[in-house]
């Protein structure tokens, strides 16, 4: 059915503007009421773009803030692209010319080639694989906390496990490690709104020097590796399978930041959030401590959705489309509120109680269905798990104290601090 092309203003609230910096100063209590508000629109608001230094400036964005919506975007690729881009807003043509594009950008068939390529990373058997060095990490991260005394859950516990993995995974030396976890701190403050130009320019040469060294990093070992192959996952990766395929230099690169920023921030967002949620609610807590084995799997689910790690990405339109009423037009942005989503109430009944015994629960804060799902979700899940069994067993008593500082973001739900006691 042939619809006008409506833009739906937020006169019913004009304090509610998501592509404004100011809404995203808000505490998340208030950004979860803005979004139930939106929900109860009949149609999907526009919201039109910012001048943003340095970025490209678009016309503008239609928020996805229903699950429904969420979930049919997430299926259909061919009409919602990834491409050029998936943050909001569109980062500069140069981006993808100086670093290489990232397979979270693109669409099939080479967004497939490169997933069937680096899946094999996140396989059953080497994520099984995988146990032990985990549980290793996670005791000698509980370890020195023990021994520092309780200041930090994020530096002491959260930020450090998914990294540690993740060069373990690699096989990155030793002696580069304190490098990695340093450019990767960089580039997790640069996802943040940059209220400035003057400390835009800074973070923005920060990130782009943090990023050259990780990637140069990567394909030094990979060029060594091509030469004589360990069983990591850098040489499995530069090594031509019985298919021949494998991924270039660049690609390896870009795979290694795109593992190192997005494969760090679900585990340690959720971590470093799930802390303060089973302090808030010591019955869930207790309910959890009761039979771990019995609940974690149910309580990680409840705090992805309750957290929802990385908050929102963005799809370009392709072709006429209809979504709920509205008409969608070729080059039209649509931004994917994966927050908003996993607060439906039509979908989770009392979506603000934290429930880890939540059932069903749909949630898209992996992405929503489709080709785009998160790769790593078992991995993160395998991390959260071992993490707060080894904290429970040794640590029963560990707490959050006082309120999380939260990373000023559109797009990246981070702890920035988490005191803690126990």
Excluded at 48 to 53: D, L, T, Y
Excluded at 142 to 166: H, M
Excluded at 231 to 243: E, G, P, Q, R
Excluded at 353 to 360: A, C, E, L, Q
Aim: with cysteine; glycine share 6%.
């Amino acid at each position: 059915m042939a619809c006008h092309h409506k833009t739906v203003t937020t006169a019913v609230d004009p304090s509610i503007d998501l592509a404004d910096l100011d809404f995203w100063r808000r505490p998340l209590r208030e950004r979860y009421e803005a979004f139930a508000r939106l929900r109860q629109l009949e149609h999907p608001v526009f919201f039109p773009e910012r001048k943003v230094p340095l970025l490209r400036s678009g016309k503008g964005f239609y928020a996805l803030v229903r699950h429904a919506d969420v979930v049919e975007a997430s299926r259909n690729p061919k009409v919602f692209s990834s491409e050029p881009a998936v943050t909001n807003p569109e980062p500069p043509g140069w981006v993808k010319h100086v670093f290489g594009e990232s397979m979270v950008n693109m669409d099939d068939p080479r967004h497939a080639r490169l997933r069937r390529i680096v899946s094999r990373a996140f396989s059953p058997k080497m994520l099984s694989n995988l146990q032990g060095d985990i549980e290793a990490a996670a005791k000698r991260i509980v370890d020195d906390l023990i021994a520092e005394g309780p200041r930090d859950f994020v530096s002491q516990v959260a930020a450090r496990l998914p990294i540690t993995v993740i060069c373990d995974m690699m096989g990155i030396p030793q002696e580069l490690r304190e490098k990695v976890h340093k450019h990767v701190d960089v580039s997790t403050a640069y996802t943040g709104i940059r209220p400035s130009l003057p400390r835009m320019l800074r973070m923005a040469g920060e990130n782009v020097l943090a990023l050259f060294s990780l990637q140069r990093m990567v394909i030094r070992l990979g060029r060594e590796r091509s030469a004589a192959p360990g069983d990591d996952l850098v040489s499995k990766l530069v090594t031509a399978n019985i298919d021949g395929e494998r991924l270039s230099w660049r690609e390896l690169g870009s795979f290694f930041a795109l593992l190192l920023v997005a494969g760090n921030e679900t585990a340690r967002n959720t971590m470093a959030h799930g802390i303060k949620l089973l302090t808030d609610n010591p019955e869930q807590r207790e309910l959890l401590l009761s039979d771990f084995d019995k609940y974690i799997g149910g309580a990680i689910e409840e705090m992805v959705r309750y957290v929802s790690p990385i908050m929102q990405f963005r799809r370009t339109v392709t072709q006429d489309y209809d979504l709920r009423g509205l008409h969608l037009k070729p080059g039209d942005k649509v931004v994917l509120f994966y927050g908003s989503a996993n607060r439906d109430e039509s979908v989770f009944p009392d979506p603000d109680r934290f429930d880890i015994t939540r059932d069903p629960n749909p949630h898209v804060g992996f992405g929503g269905p489709g080709p785009h799902f998160c790769l790593g979700a078992n991995l993160a899940r395998q991390e959260i798990k071992t993490m707060f069994r080894e904290l429970f067993t040794r640590l029963p008593g560990i707490r959050a104290v006082g309120e999380p500082e939260l990373l000023l973001s559109n797009f990246d739900n981070s702890v920035r601090f988490q005191g803690i006691t126990f």
